[in-house]
Structure formats: structure tokens, C-alpha cells
């Protein structure tokens, strides 16, 4: 009996070793894999904490990129106009433009008085609108449908007093558009506005500094009772810019080098300009001191009477002769919307007459002499000639279109100096794309993305014009006269 309790006791103490024992181990096993758990748990929130970290120090990089890409494309200050609304009261407009703009009355008279305030008054209804839309007729006498635009600065034959037609039809919707944005007038005088008058203002107005230089009385290089021509400076506009009216050739001619009388003995506020040059070249240009001689000189123009001689300095030798090309310029080519304002090039002519007639412009130039020159620094001029050769051609206009000069030498692969909207497109003309085996059409993309406006004189002078007698040759482009010096 004892000998069986004694198992008994045995066999329980066993079993409570056993347990017990099950019980450390598993208290041990819970131990470890909590610490594990908690180290775990510890890493992955490290882990995730970098991620974060990465994550924002990515986002950081990429807007710091984007506003970095967004300032390097945003506008001009210039361009930045402010849109507003005047008091419902009447209300001076140096009064107006000062609380729209944050300015000062001073400064609001100074944006006034350099023709950088817009307002729109007398304002059409719609049905006026769509009465002009569909009275409007263009040069062959067809009925509407067409975007108009009237200038009263420039000559008839490009614009002014006429109506100047798209080449291709536009909806009521997009004209009627087009008409509420043309109800703004430039304001050049101080006034009162009536309440509630929408106007538009340029707080930083572009600047042309080199407009001063015609106060130099040897820039007036003919005058008559009809017209003035003046030797213009480079980089100054022939025509308004939409925030300064008054630093431009017409607008500058008369109060630096006037003041000038008609032939009946009135006074000439403002001359009118008779052809384009561009910003970036200088040389003659023909202003006339009444809208009668703007017709005379359109009319002239038209008959291909007036006689237009260009100089031209390259680093490449211009080919002797006659060129005949045709130009070809879509609407994001000119700037209208997007891309710069090249003009294309073909030395082919087009396939068919049609096609010549809708998409494409015959131009045609003659180089009657093409020399080495020696071009030395000066206080004239900043440009560099390094040890390459330059080359001054003398160059005769037959015909005057947009950049003609400027695009036929640099599909002949003699761009003008420093003009950076064709330097880099030199030698590429329309009719060699797809040519090659590997097509160059990618490469040509690529030129064209570099184009740039210029920014200072190119090697292009309007050097002389003739017309009806009046003679007149611009003096000494700005990279001298060539001649060799003494050092």
C-alpha cells in the first residue's frame, strides 16, 4: 500500500516538473519573440520614416525643378499687364491706373504719357458686331466669314486704313471674340474714365533706349514737303509696341528731330511709317508726313518701283547672282501662336501653281558684290570678330517680303552675323527633308528649337533707298567701314 502512494506522489510530482517546466519556456519563448517583435516594428518605422524623408526631399527636388523650369520660361516683365475696373464713380485715370497698379500718381502719369494704359470705350453691341462681320469685304470683294484687324499707324498696302484678311475663314464666335479685345484704346492723355470702365495697364513697359540716338541731326537723311527718311538705330521697333507708344521710329522722328510742317503749313504731330525694317536692323526707313504719301509710297511698292539695297556681314562668302526661293511660313513659324518667327525656305519651286499660291512666297534677291572686310572694336560696337574672316555683301531687294534677307542667306548657309533666329537653322531649306536616308527632319526640329529672337544689332543694314526721284544711303553700319587699320 505505502509502495503504491509512494508511485502515486511520484508520477504527480513528474507531472508538475512537466508543466512547470512547459510553462518557462513558453513565458521564455513569449520574451523573445516580443523583443523580436518590438525590434522589428522599430525597424520597419526607421524604414518607413526614411521612406518619408525620401519621399518628401524628392517632392522638394522636383518642384525646386519645376519652378526653376517655370521661371526660366515665364514671361518678360513687360508683357505682365493689369486688368481692372474703375470706381462707379467718375474717376481721373492717373487716379485709377495708381490704386490698379500700385504705383504712384507720378509714375501713373509717366505710364500714361508712354502709351502704356489701355481702356475700352464705345464699346459695340453684338449686333454691331455681326453687322461688321458680314459687311466686311476683303481685296476680291467676297462677303464676310474673315478676321479683320485695322491699323492706323501703318501703310494701306500692309494694313492700314483697310481691312487685312486671314487665309482662312473664321467662325462668328471667334470673330466676335476677336472684336471684344479690339474695343481697347490706348489712353496718351490724362482724362477722366466714366464708372465702371475696363482698362488695361502695363506697370513695366518695354524700353527702347536706342530711339534717343535719333537726336543726332545727321540721322535725318532726306525731307521733303511729303517725306522724312531717317538712318534708324538698331534694335529700334518701326512700329508701337502694346505697352510704349512713344518709343518708337514715328513716334521719336518728330519730337527728337522736329519739328516738321506739311506741305500746306500744318503741323506734324506724328509721322506715319511707310515699310517695315525689322527691330533688329538699322538703316533707312521712309516715314511720310501725310496719309497722301503713305498712298503714294504703297502705291509705288506695288509696282515694284522703289529700289532697296542691303548690306550684309557673314563669316561665309555669299554666292554671287540672282536667288529665287520661295518661303514658306505656317502659323506657329510666325509666332502667332507658338514657336518662333522663322521664315522657311525652298530652293525647289512648289508642284503645282495652286499649291504655290496658298502656302508659298517667290523671293527674290540678287548679290551684285560679296568682299572680305577687317572689322576692328570700337566704342561703337561690342562685337568680337576673333580671327575669323567676315565677308560684307552688297545685296539688291526685287522682291520685299518678312525676313527675306535674313532666311535666304541662311538657307545658303551664310547666316547673318549675330542673328540668332536663323543662325541656327543655316543651310536647312524644305525641299531637302526626307532626302538623306537617315531624314534630317528631327535634326532640323531640334535647330529650330534654338532659335532666338536677337537681342542686339545683326550684320544687316537698310543701306540705301530710291523712289521717285528721292535718293537717300544710310551712313556707316555699326561694324565699320571695313577699311584696314593701323595697330
Not at 507720378?106 to 458686331?129: F, S
Not at 538712318?231 to 516738321?260: I, R
Not at 533688329?280 to 516715314?287: A, D, E, S, T, Y
Not at 557673314?314 to 518662333?340: N, Y
Request: glycine letters at 6%.
Amino acid at each position: 500500500m505505502s509502495d503504491h502512494k509512494a508511485t502515486i506522489i511520484k508520477r504527480r510530482s513528474r507531472m508538475f516538473l512537466v508543466i512547470l517546466l512547459e510553462i518557462v519556456i513558453i513565458l521564455l519563448y513569449e520574451c523573445t519573440f516580443s523583443s523580436a517583435w518590438s525590434a522589428c516594428t522599430q525597424q520597419q518605422r526607421q524604414g518607413v520614416g526614411r521612406m518619408s524623408q525620401s519621399k518628401v526631399l524628392l517632392e522638394a527636388t522636383q518642384t525646386k525643378d519645376s519652378d526653376k523650369e517655370k521661371s526660366s520660361r515665364k514671361a518678360p516683365a513687360w508683357m505682365k499687364c493689369v486688368n481692372g475696373v474703375t470706381p462707379p464713380r467718375v474717376c481721373a485715370l492717373n487716379e485709377a491706373v495708381s490704386k490698379l497698379a500700385g504705383v504712384t500718381l507720378e509714375e501713373a502719369n509717366d505710364l500714361i504719357e508712354i502709351g502704356a494704359v489701355w481702356a475700352r470705350l464705345d464699346a459695340l453691341t453684338e449686333d454691331e458686331i455681326l453687322d461688321q462681320y458680314y459687311r466686311d469685304e476683303d481685296d476680291s470683294g467676297d462677303i464676310g466669314g474673315y478676321g479683320r484687324m485695322r491699323y492706323a499707324d501703318l501703310p494701306k498696302s500692309w494694313g492700314g486704313s483697310r481691312v487685312v484678311t486671314e487665309t482662312e475663314p473664321e467662325d462668328i464666335d471667334s470673330y466676335i471674340e476677336k472684336m471684344e479685345s479690339m474695343r481697347y484704346k490706348r489712353i496718351l492723355t490724362p482724362s477722366s474714365l466714366p464708372p465702371g470702365t475696363d482698362i488695361r495697364i502695363y506697370p513695366k513697359p518695354r524700353r527702347f533706349p536706342s530711339c534717343y540716338h535719333l537726336a543726332d541731326p545727321s540721322r535725318l537723311l532726306y525731307e521733303d514737303t511729303t517725306f522724312l527718311i531717317v538712318d534708324k538705330p538698331p534694335m529700334l521697333p518701326t512700329q508701337p509696341d502694346c505697352s510704349n507708344y512713344k518709343e518708337c521710329c514715328p513716334g521719336c522722328v518728330n519730337d527728337l528731330m522736329g519739328p516738321f510742317t506739311q506741305i500746306d503749313g500744318t503741323p506734324v504731330t506724328r509721322p506715319l511709317i511707310c515699310h517695315r525694317v525689322d527691330s533688329c536692323v538699322g538703316g533707312c526707313v521712309v516715314l511720310s508726313k501725310s496719309g497722301s504719301g503713305q498712298k503714294v509710297f504703297s502705291s509705288l511698292q506695288r509696282e515694284r518701283k522703289i529700289k532697296k539695297v542691303y548690306l550684309t556681314l557673314t563669316t561665309q562668302p555669299v554666292p554671287l547672282g540672282l536667288h529665287v526661293h520661295w518661303m514658306w511660313a505656317p502659323l506657329l513659324a510666325r509666332g502667332e501662336t507658338a514657336g518662333p518667327p522663322c521664315q522657311f525656305v525652298s530652293h525647289t519651286p512648289p508642284a503645282s501653281r495652286r499649291k504655290a499660291r496658298q502656302s508659298w512666297t517667290r523671293c527674290v534677291l540678287e548679290v551684285t558684290k560679296c568682299e572680305p572686310i577687317s572689322i576692328h572694336k570700337h566704342d561703337g560696337h561690342t562685337y568680337d570678330p576673333g580671327n575669323i574672316t567676315h565677308y560684307q555683301s552688297t545685296v539688291r531687294l526685287v522682291t520685299g517680303r518678312k525676313h527675306q534677307v535674313r532666311a535666304q542667306l541662311s538657307s545658303l548657309g551664310c547666316p547673318i552675323v549675330r542673328d540668332t533666329l536663323y543662325q541656327p537653322i543655316a543651310g536647312y531649306t524644305l525641299d531637302k527633308l526626307g532626302d538623306q536616308e537617315n531624314d534630317n527632319e528631327e535634326s532640323m526640329d531640334d535647330a529650330v528649337a534654338k532659335c532666338r529672337i536677337p537681342r542686339e544689332p545683326i550684320g544687316l543694314q537698310a543701306h540705301a533707298i530710291l523712289f521717285g526721284g528721292v535718293r537717300a544711303r544710310s551712313r556707316t553700319p555699326w561694324w565699320g567701314d571695313g577699311r584696314k587699320k593701323n595697330t
